[in-house]
């Protein structure tokens, strides 16, 4: 049998995700009024709904999967320099993720895959200035191994910062966007532009 459930269809973004593991819950993407997409949980039964992780400037679109997948422990926008919110900091993949992270400063820590019975995690680490390299994660040492470099020509420490901006439009909405100068900066202090 079908079940409708109770939303208010007006043409506002609503995207379900997953169940939760009790079947009882959904997660989706939404978005009331036109505002950024959000991440919300809604009961099923009642149809209440709890607001997850919402970011007045930007669409929240990056989630982290944990080993068991259900739910996601961390989501962050797609606005700005990628800094990952912990749904619940106290699940042990939350623990991880905060661990890895901070032994890779000023870089992000995307998990790809665990093992079936979770003693290995896939992981990547990129950032601005590198494309990225993969890691596994070792549960019985708590010790990760380089793999391989996904673009191993390319020279981190040669690579310019790419730097968030935000500016007012004539309409009064605010643009959001990245610049990235050349390291080696001109005489006349002056750069060619590509939009």
């Known amino acids: 049998t079908w079940s409708v459930l109770p939303h208010d269809y007006t043409g506002n973004p609503f995207s379900p995700i997953m169940f939760s593991l009790d079947d009882k819950e959904i997660y989706a993407f939404h978005s009331?009024?036109?505002?950024?997409?959000?991440?919300?949980?809604?009961?099923?039964?009642?149809g209440k709904r709890t607001t997850l992780l919402e970011d007045p400037d930007g669409t929240i679109n990056r989630l982290?999967?944990?080993?068991?997948?259900?739910?996601?422990?961390?989501?962050?926008?797609?606005?700005?320099?990628?800094?990952?919110h912990y749904?619940?900091?106290?699940?042990?993949?939350?623990?991880?993720?905060?661990?890895?992270?901070?032994?890779?400063?000023?870089?992000?820590?995307?998990?790809?895959?665990?093992?079936?019975?979770?003693?290995?995690?896939?992981?990547?680490?990129?950032?601005?200035?590198?494309?990225?390299?993969?890691y596994l994660y070792h549960?019985?040492?708590?010790?990760?191994?380089?793999?391989?470099?996904?673009r191993e020509q390319i020279d981190p420490d040669q690579m310019a910062k790419k730097t968030p901006i935000e500016f007012i439009a004539r309409d009064g909405l605010k643009i959001f966007g990245y610049v990235t100068l050349p390291n080696k900066a001109n005489a006349?202090?002056?750069?060619?532009?590509?939009?």
């Open 87 to 134: 749904l619940d900091s106290d699940r042990k993949d939350s623990q991880l993720h905060r661990v890895l992270s901070e032994s890779f400063p000023g870089q992000s820590v995307q998990f790809i895959n665990y093992t079936e019975d979770g003693s290995k995690l896939l992981f990547k680490v990129a950032s601005d200035r590198d494309p990225g390299a993969y």
């Open 64 to 84: 982290q999967w944990g080993m068991d997948h259900y739910p996601p422990f961390a989501a962050s926008s797609n606005v700005g320099i990628p800094k990952l």
């Open 32 to 46: 009331k009024k036109g505002e950024p997409i959000f991440l919300i949980k809604e009961e099923i039964e009642s």
């Open 139 to 150: 549960e019985s040492s708590k010790k990760a191994d380089f793999l391989f470099a996904s």
């Open 188 to 195: 006349n202090g002056k750069h060619p532009l590509v939009i």
